[in-house]
T-cell receptor
Framework: DAKTTQPPSMDCAEGRAANLPCNHS???????VYWYRQIHSQGPQYIIH???NNETNEMASLIITEDRKSSTLILPHATLRDTAVYYC?????????????FGTGTRLTIIP | NAGVTQTPKFRVLKTGQSMTLLCAQD?????MYWYRQDPGMGLRLIHY???????AKGEVPDGYNVSRLKKQNFLLGLESAAPSQTSVYFC?????????????FGPGTRLTVL
């Protein structure tokens, strides 16, 4: 599986958009980009995933560059509850029996 | 729909004691997983199951045993606890393997072995 690189920490003002970058320069053509987050002491929470196209759901948007070597997770209106460690993962289907390698992620702090 | 639940939430054991952690999911998922997370580290897969009655070893299986007698339950056992097994344990489940499955995690069990 390809590896990912994320900044170790970021701050964002409450109510503003939080943009979290992820580099995955060695991603292969059929690997998906997944984002999870882990709020302190809780289990990881799935946020969003994508292959080539930009994706949006009720939690966030995912922007994947045309060459697929990087992506950005966007939380449109960050709240204090979005303070968490965010993990970018690349996964190769078929899924089901592989471990999720979370790495160190980005610690996002939302500032009041 | 409770999702993935884990019991207990906290436990303190003495070295050599045994215990069983229970994971239950109500999403009719085929796949279930047990991870451990140590301070400042990512998740490491202990064991997983691809269906009722099946189990397989993950990245760090030594010292643990698992059973999947019912589709909705996945048990993690420690036969003789060691201080090195002090960790937070997370259970997860996912649907049939496909292109877009996601793993849903439980709230975790914080285990301390003295």
């Amino acid at each position: 599986d390809a590896k990912t690189t994320q900044p170790p920490s970021m701050d964002c003002a409450e109510g503003r958009a939080a943009n979290l970058p992820c580099n995955h320069s060695t991603i292969s053509g059929n690997e998906y980009v997944y984002w999870y987050r882990q709020i302190h002491s809780q289990g990881p929470q799935y946020i969003i995933h994508g292959l080539k196209n930009n994706e949006t759901n009720e939690m966030a948007s995912l922007i994947i560059t045309e060459d697929r070597k990087s992506s950005t997770l966007i939380l449109p209106h960050a709240t204090l509850r979005d303070t968490a460690v965010y993990y970018c993962i690349v996964r190769l289907p078929p899924f089901g029996n592989e471990k999720l390698t979370f790495g160190t992620g980005t610690r996002l702090t939302i500032i009041p | 729909n409770a999702g993935v639940t884990q019991t207990p939430k906290f436990r303190v054991l003495k070295t050599g004691q045994s215990m069983t952690l229970l994971c239950a999911q109500d999403m009719n998922h085929e796949y279930m997983y047990w991870y451990r997370q140590d301070p400042g580290m990512g998740l490491r897969l202990i064991h997983y199951s691809v269906g009722e009655g099946t189990t397989a070893k993950g990245e760090v299986p030594d010292g643990y045993n698992v059973s999947r007698l019912k589709k909705q339950n996945f048990l993690l056992g420690l036969e003789s606890a060691a201080p090195s097994q002090t960790s937070v344990y997370f259970c997860a489940s996912s649907g049939l393997a496909g292109l877009t499955d996601t793993q849903y995690f439980g709230p975790g069990t914080r285990l301390t072995v003295l």
